[in-house]
């Protein structure tokens, strides 16, 4: 639309309805960081076109759009990807204090095989040229741009069925070999999809007892940092 149509552009921005609005905060309370539970059904091509066309409508930095989606079917491609994973996991558990490594090598944290698709979401920081409306005083604007667009996805396909993991184990350099991502690419994520028929009703990391929630009550200040 132009700036001289009628109204400039905008329209109605009516509150959601009760059921519509419900549905929204159900998505984002009941999504979840899905590892084990995929089906190994595919993704409908219109399903997942919507999962994308939902990324796509993120918000971005002086809207540059920075991200690129990789959909991964291929076996071995998920294999190589895996095996990246599991060379990066066994290095990160001997990061750990030791009293925390028995637990973390009991945790499953990925689920590249299992699910039938993965996508590598990708942040192209040459998208909008080198001056961006937006990002000229804080460079890392167009990653967190491209995380937006991840949890788009994330809450659309919670609404369709699908379970999504983001797996984050691995060193750059493999996954960029894999998919020959050019190296001024950032790489954000790798993320797992399949329909799933289960879902932790909490993080699963809290359940097996890593990590818990913490009180919202303890992190929101009032008129600057640590006011309570
Ligand atoms: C940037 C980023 C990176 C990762 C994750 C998330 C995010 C946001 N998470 C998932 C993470 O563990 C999970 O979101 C939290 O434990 C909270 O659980 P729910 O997402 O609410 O189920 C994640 N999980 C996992 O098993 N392996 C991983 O490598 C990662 N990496």
Redesign the pocket.
Known sequence: MRPDDLNGGLVAAEAFSDDERAAVYRAIET???V?DQFLPDPIPDNVLRRLLDAAHAAPSVGFMQPWNFILIRDVAVRQSAWDAFSRANIEAEAMFPEEKRSTYKT????GIRKAPLSICVTSDPDRAGPVVLGRTHNSRMDSYST?CAIQNLWLAARAEGIGV?????FHDADIRALLGIPERVEIV?WLCLGYVDAL?GE????IKGW?QRLALEDLVFQDGWGRK
Not at 107 to 110: A, G, I, V
Not at 165 to 169: E, K, R, T
Not at 203 to 206: G, I, K, S, T, V
């Open positions: 999504r979840r960081d590892r945790l499953k944290l990925e995380v993991g983001w797996v984050s184990i994520a932790y993080p699963e990391l809290a990590r």
